[in-house]
């Protein structure tokens, strides 16, 4: 039972677009929701996360949204960048649970056309 | 570089097979945790060691093990090695602070292929 499901395997955007990338997640203790990026031959990158006593969270050009009430979190990138391509990983933990361990979505591959 | 070192980067052997994975995290990380990718898949979580001992178990098969040493590297341990063993393996350290923000650094993953 998938607990983090990003429905898109793969996303196309031309450069300068705004970038969205979805994950939804069930397990309703989750609390602490990462995202990671990872370029092939290469460990995942913590790119930017979100707590769940916050519906948002911006670090640049990245800003994270999340609605509790749907279970559901987003990516947003703006403006997009040929250097965005990569594989984009949704995650989510439960925090005072004394792990961390992280439970991943599938990834979705985003392609950033000049 | 995220500082986080896995060795080898490849490994090839047969099924039946035990092969041992290292990880040696950042300077100063406490906690080594190990992930499992394979084909088409979102990365698992299988292990964490908290400075030496065993913090928290995922999907871990039992011919798997891990551990945790004094200098705070981990290995891990695959045994009786079948087909569906291929996958990418990737090591995490963080600091673990018990502050849920505690940011885990991934090594570039070793590359297990079972014949």
């Known amino acids: 039972d998938q607990q983090v499901k990003q429905n898109s395997p793969s996303l196309s955007v031309q450069e300068g677009r705004i970038s969205i990338l979805n994950c939804d997640y069930t397990?309703?203790?989750?609390?602490?929701f990462l995202w990671y990026k990872k370029y092939p031959a290469e460990g995942p990158t913590f790119l930017i996360s979100i707590s769940s006593i916050k519906d948002k969270n911006e670090d640049g050009r990245f800003t994270v949204f999340l609605n509790k009430s749907a279970k559901h979190l987003s990516l947003h990138i703006v403006p997009s960048q040929p250097g965005d391509s990569a594989v984009y990983f949704c995650a989510a933990t439960v925090s005072g649970a004394g792990s961390y361990q992280l439970t991943f979505g599938k990834g979705t591959k985003l392609s950033v056309i000049p | 570089d995220s500082g986080v070192t896995q060795t080898p980067k490849h490994l090839i052997t047969a099924t039946g097979q035990r092969v041992t994975l290292r990880c040696s995290p950042r300077?100063?990380?406490?906690?080594v945790y190990w992930y499992q990718q394979s084909l088409d898949q979102g990365l698992q979580f299988l292990i964490q060691y908290y400075n030496g001992e065993e913090r928290a178990k995922g999907n871990i098969l039992e011919r798997f093990s891990a551990q945790q040493f004094p200098d705070l590297h981990s290995e891990l341990n695959l045994s009786s090695l079948e087909l569906g063993d291929s996958a990418l393996y990737f090591c995490?350290?963080?600091?673990?602070?018990?502050?849920?923000?505690?940011?885990?650094?991934f090594g570039p993953g070793t590359r297990l292929t079972v014949l």
């Open positions: 397990n309703s203790m989750f609390d602490y």
């Open positions: 300077s100063g990380d406490l906690s």
């Open positions: 995490a350290s963080s600091v673990a602070s018990g502050d849920f923000s505690d940011t885990q650094y």
